[in-house]
Every structure is written in C-alpha cells, then in structure tokens.
C-alpha cells in the first residue's frame, strides 16, 4: 500500500503561483510514476501532469504546458506541482496519484485525498 498527501493548496488571484506538494508512504516511493489530477465543480477528473519513477521523463496537459512543472525528490518521498500564471479555470480539487507513467486514471493505482486549489480573478 501507499498512502498519499497533498498540500500546499490555496487561494491565490490570478497569475499567481502555488506550489503543490504531495507527501508518500508505505512502499517503495521510487517504484513509482507519479501523476496528478484534477477535478472542478460539475466537471470529470481530468490528468494535469506525470512523471516517470526516475524523474527523467514528465508529460503534462496541454491546458498546462507552460505553465506547470511537475518534479520529485525520492529521498524524501514527495512529489511537486509548481503551478505558475494561474487562472481562474485552474480552480479545481487537485489530487496525486501512484502508479504507472501515462495520463489515464486507470494507470494509477493510489489515489490522495485531493488539495483544493481556487484562483479567483
């Protein structure tokens, strides 16, 4: 099992930044791909970002490209969401998850609680 935890949501105006931090444990963090998610009021989960277990491949979403940045330190077993030029459209419950690299839910296997992140205009 792994158990994840998000931080680091907030409320910022727009084209601020935050960072999002997501914290594991449980097994081997460094196995791991990790990604992170989104989902806004009335909308579907819909994929933001993910990065390989080495750190050495990400792939993000186009509506993010840019803008986003998405790193790990497996020696502290935490993932990163720098969220930079934010939006009001960003405004959503941010979720990490642990798995396999891809962009589907169905290649993560772990699943945080979500950190709710509203950026006002």
């Known amino acids: 099992q792994v158990q994840l935890v998000e931080s680091g949501g907030g409320l910022v105006q727009a084209g601020g930044s935050l960072r999002l931090s997501c914290a594991a444990s449980g097994r081997t963090f460094g196995s791991f791909a990790m990604g992170w998610f989104r989902q806004a009021p009335g909308k579907e989960r819909e994929f933001v970002a993910t990065?390989?277990?080495?750190?050495?491949?990400?792939y993000y979403a186009d509506s993010v490209k840019g803008r986003f940045t998405i790193s790990r330190d497996n020696a502290k077993n935490t993932v990163y969401l720098q969220m930079n030029s934010l939006k009001p459209e960003d405004t959503a419950v941010y979720y990490c998850a642990a798995g396999g690299f891809g962009d589907s839910e169905r290649s993560y296997a772990y699943w945080g609680q979500g950190t709710q992140v509203t950026v006002s205009s």
């Open positions: 990065i390989s277990w080495s750190g050495g491949r990400t």
